[in-house]
């Protein structure tokens, strides 16, 4: 049979799994539950398998048949801090958390792909390291991983990584898409703190009001990107919340700001972050009041190597047919620690469309919905094409 044939066949298992992490998400860096289920899920295939020390990851090794190099294959497996209102029989029954991008399917869909290379072992000419990641949701878990000895689990740092993230939205379900080069932006922080001096609301002139600062400082920033920033190397910022005052006849002393900034360049990433901070300055002096200004470059972009790329988008076609590759025209505006492996090995990040059956994936509803909602039939799909990626690459190796 083949690899696609078989892991048809571990349809039932994997759609359970699924919906065991789904009904019981967990949020950041320590994910006692559904480590013991990845664990119990991953007990008797004969892999290495190793638990961080510091976060609740599982790193598990495949020794292939034959020597050979190592292949990294990556699930993440946190939720998201926000309530389920998909109504689902096996909704989350954690209250404010819930699994909204999909990272219960990656994470059943890498148990599939252990379970169908485990069964040709005796075929691998070279090592298969499972990647089961906490913390992808802005908890850095990627680096915890790389920090507590990821590359060296096999013994040889891996020549190719390979991860895969389900889209509920725009894109057919059973589809594949990725694009060589910049996949996914860069997501970096801006936290602003404006510093003034309170008073009574009927005396503005006896204080120095941070609160219409700080708002000229974010109407600025949106001016200044259209001005430094080349419009064919684009930039994103979004201000996400806005804090001041207690009451609305009393000037507060301080209003504070955060921003998440996407680009899709070292250089427009590099201006944006002295534009930002020069402009924040610029409009506090302008006002006679003092601003606390840090930008943190929190996310790489995802860089697809272009070789494997290629070789992802070629083993889509070979295994499922030409219609289910979609190339991906322009880098995705959303950004992923998965970015941080790819900085140290070649490998690729590809999509994979979700969308339940019976809804336009046009409009239906987008990963990070309350009402989110994803097609179990490609749990088989995903696991099938992780296989053969790493099958494919070990035997090109050679």
Known sequence: MTVREDAAALRDELVALRRALHADPEVGLHLPRTRDRVLAAVDGLGLEVRTGSA???????LRGGRPGPTVLLRGDMDALPMRENTGLPFASRTGDTMH??????????LVGAARLLAARRAELAGDVVFMFQPGEEGWNGAQHMIDEGLFEASGSKPVAAYALHVRSAGLASGVFSARAGTMLSAADGLHVVVRGRGGHGSQPHLAKDPVPVACEMVL????????????FDPVVLTVGNFHAGTQRNIIPDTARFEATVRSFSPQAQARIEEVAVEVCRGVAAAHGVEVDVEYRREFPMTINDDVEAEFAASTVREVFGEQHYQPLDQPWQASEDFSLVLNEVPGAFVFLGACPPGLDPATAPNNHSPVVDFDESVLPEGAALLAELAIRRLAAER
């Open 55 to 61: 976060v609740t990851s599982v790193t598990g090794v």
């Open 100 to 109: 909204a991008c999909g990272h219960d399917l990656h994470t059943a869909m």
């Open 220 to 231: 600025a920033l949106e001016s200044a990107l259209t001005r430094a920033i080349n419009v």
